[in-house]
T-cell receptor, first 115, second 113 residues
Framework: EAGVAQSPRYKIIEKRQSVAFWCNPISGHATLYWYQQILGQGPKLLIQFQNNGVVDDSQLPKDRFSAERLKGVDSTLKIQPAKLEDSAVYLC?????????????FGDGTRLSIL | GESVGLHLPTLSVQEGDNSIINCAYSNSASDYFIWYKQESGKGPQFIIDIRSNMDKRQGQRVTVLLNKTVKHLSLQIAATQPGDSAVYFCAEGLSGGYNKLIFGAGTRLAVHP
């Protein structure tokens, strides 16, 4: 089966600009996650969708980050305006259901550099 | 490609030796644990998981051990190969909620020929 697809692979912007990332989960997966991975650290969950509804966005900086999954399939994550500390890899993952213990399958991420 | 984990602790092993990667988790309420492998420029790849009602689980060349008393998890890789070189993360699943994972800091495994 095809894996989680993310684009773009790399993005370089200046601080205060906006940026958007796209994710297409594994076909049929109901649950979609966005993570932020700062260099040298483990991934940190930003937001979790169950179908097209948000079930956890407790660690999403809502003043600048937003995400949507309108049709319950693909998703976009936006940052506006970007800050230097947003430089990181943004990973998307999906699991078949939101049930606990379901393995999360990751895409290869978008590496964001803020100048 | 990009380098994941520039300042992570590193475990160096010889090809063919067994590797043991350790992880301490923080939440006593966690009841599900996963090991992921992350190669440079790639996303984390699922290796093996274990639930808190188990002490040990084996996969192909990998074994995970769980010690709930001291909140410790380990990943054993048998006959380590150059392709095993990567950063390894443990993650804990919090009881309740919606399959939320908390990732540890990671360990870099370097396999030398």
């Amino acid at each position: 089966e095809a894996g989680v697809a993310q684009s773009p692979r790399y993005k370089i912007i200046e601080k205060r600009q906006s940026v958007a990332f796209w994710c297409n989960p594994i076909s049929g997966h109901a649950t979609l996650y966005w993570y932020q991975q700062i260099l040298g650290q483990g991934p940190k969950l930003l937001i979790q969708f169950q179908n097209n509804g948000v079930v956890d966005d407790s660690q999403l900086p809502k003043d600048r980050f937003s995400a949507e999954r309108l049709k319950g399939v693909d998703s976009t994550l936006k940052i506006q305006p970007a800050k230097l500390e947003d430089s990181a890899v943004y990973l998307c993952a999906s699991s078949s259901t939101g049930g606990r213990g379901q393995p999360q399958h990751f895409g290869d991420g978008t590496r964001l550099s803020i100048l | 490609g990009e380098s994941v984990g520039l300042h992570l602790p590193t475990l160096s092993v010889q090809e063919g030796d067994n590797s043991i990667i350790n992880c301490a988790y923080s939440n006593s309420a966690s009841d599900y644990f996963i090991w992921y492998k992350q190669e440079s420029g790639k996303g984390p790849q699922f290796i093996i998981d274990i639930r808190s009602n188990m002490d040990k689980r084996q996969g192909q060349r990998v074994t995970v051990l769980l010690n709930k008393t001291v909140k410790h998890l380990s990943l054993q890789i048998a006959a380590t190969q150059p392709g095993d070189s990567a950063v390894y993360f443990c993650a804990e699943g919090l009881s309740g909620g919606y399959n939320k994972l908390i990732f540890g800091a990671g360990t870099r495994l370097a396999v030398h020929p």
